[in-house]
């Protein structure tokens, strides 16, 4: 493996900038379809299961299965290919999916949202630990983790609103072209700092299986992998259906876009999470758990209020001060595994990362809501009911698993 001509400082922060705007796009294409769902849902005749299939598990399956063989490809490819053409394939797909007429072929082109996006966060992580030294890797991971809420709010606020006046067709057309626009640019702006070993070594697949096996072996990895999973699976299953309970519950479709206020205040938190993850790592380095188990507990109450409020601009306030907690997590989770990995990995153990919350956020959260609310629950609050199940239950699960992994840290760090 030989390494290139190292960058400058300011190159390096202007790729974080550029990764964080590509990082949005992603998560504004990814988002869209639960923003206008019940638009979605009452112009295809789908159910609350279908729209949580279609958001969720089509997805999800897709990318999480995706991300593995992605990580492998970023440590021995072009991280900056791979990224550019995941841009342009995702953005092009949700345009498509804006001029559909049925559920088959939104299920399509969210299968190939789900691959083309997967591309993306292995090779930003492997690129940004190259970049960045390791005592700023939590803030750095942190601030690209920024752009998943700054993409959801946009998601919610521009995709809404331009939902609420045209519609659904129209909103995800506008939100998948800036992407189009983008990946050339991205093309030839990116540069790798390690050089192509492609050809090196033939036993890649073995290679691969090797590392994985050398990863999950470990405790901590291990016990990391089932709580931030937990997490992801509450903060999925908020997104998949709050547009379902400001709409159907509490009657007030006109206050979904304004989720997305939130959605940019989450991307502070995240900030904010990643440097007190670093400042506590100073004294002992598995403290940075910590924010994790602040994540896990720390928005249940809000949420228990925010769902049975008695009307929909209460829960919306509520709901939106829970998500500032309980999201907070997501760049401390993406920079703590690679603590745990030698360098030729790194790449792989985002896609493993991603393989996990995605299989359990994506793909279980919002399904598994969705059944709740059509077949178990009933009556006026049955939506918050379904949601308070899975939310109450995650965070249970991350806080067993973080109290563990703190013990086992110093033992599994590389």
């Known amino acids: ?22 990082y949005i796009l992603s998560f504004v294409d990814r988002q869209i379809v639960a923003v206008v769902a019940t638009q979605i849902r ?23 299965v995706s991300g593995i063989p992605m990580g492998r490809l970023a440590d021995r490819w072009s991280k900056s290919a791979m990224i550019s053409i995941g841009l342009f394939i995702w953005s092009l797909m949700t345009v498509l999916s804006g001029l559909t007429a049925s559920f088959t072929f939104l299920l399509i082109y969210r299968l190939l949202i789900g691959i083309s996006q997967s591309m993306l966060s292995p090779a930003a992580y492997a690129l940004l630990a190259e970049y960045f030294s390791p005592g700023r890797r939590a803030l750095v ?25 045209t519609d659904w067709r129209t909103a995800m057309v506008a939100v998948g072209l800036p992407g189009v626009i983008l990946a050339p640019f991205a093309w030839w702006f990116i540069r790798d700092l390690r050089s192509s070993d492609a050809g090196e070594q033939p036993g890649w697949l073995q290679e691969t299986f090797d590392h994985l096996s050398f990863m999950l072996k470990k405790r901590t990895i291990q016990l990391h992998l089932i709580g931030f999973s937990a997490l992801a699976c509450t903060g999925y299953t908020v ?17 979904v876009p304004h989720y997305g206020w939130f959605m940019f205040g989450v991307g502070g938190t995240v900030i904010l999470s990643g440097k007190a993850a670093d400042l506590l790592a100073r004294r ?79 793909g279980l959260g919002p399904p598994l809501a ?7 629950f009933s009556g006026e609050y049955a939506i918050s009911w379904a949601l308070m199940t899975v939310i109450s239950g995650c965070g249970l699960v991350s806080t067993l698993a973080f109290i563990p992994a703190m013990k086992s840290y110093a033992k599994d760090v590389e």
């Open 141 to 165: 991971f942190s601030i690209y983790a920024s752009g998943i809420f700054l993409g959801l709010g946009l998601s919610f606020l521009v995709g809404g609103s331009i939902a609420l006046q």
């Open 239 to 255: 997104l998949a259906f709050m547009s379902t309970v400001l709409a159907d519950q509490f009657g007030r479709p006109d206050l």
């Open 370 to 376: 969705g059944w709740l609310m059509d077949t178990v």
């Open 284 to 362: 002992n380095p598995a403290r940075r758990f910590w924010m994790g188990i602040v994540a896990a507990l720390g928005g249940i109450p809000l949420y228990a209020l925010g769902l049975f409020a008695s009307d929909g601009k209460t829960a919306l306030v509520l709901m939106g001060g829970a998500v500032l907690i309980s999201s907070s997590y997501n760049g401390v989770a993406a920079a703590l595994i690679q603590y745990f990995v030698r360098t030729e990995m790194r790449a792989l153990a985002g896609g493993l990362y991603l393989f996990v919350i995605s299989i359990a956020g994506f």
């Open 42 to 64: 009452a112009d295809l005749q789908l159910t609350n299961l279908q729209i949580g299939l279609l958001y969720g598990t089509a997805f999800s399956l897709i990318y999480a």
């Open 1 to 22: 493996m030989s390494f290139k001509k190292p960058v400058s400082t300011r190159y390096a922060w202007a790729i974080l900038a550029l990764l964080v705007g590509i």
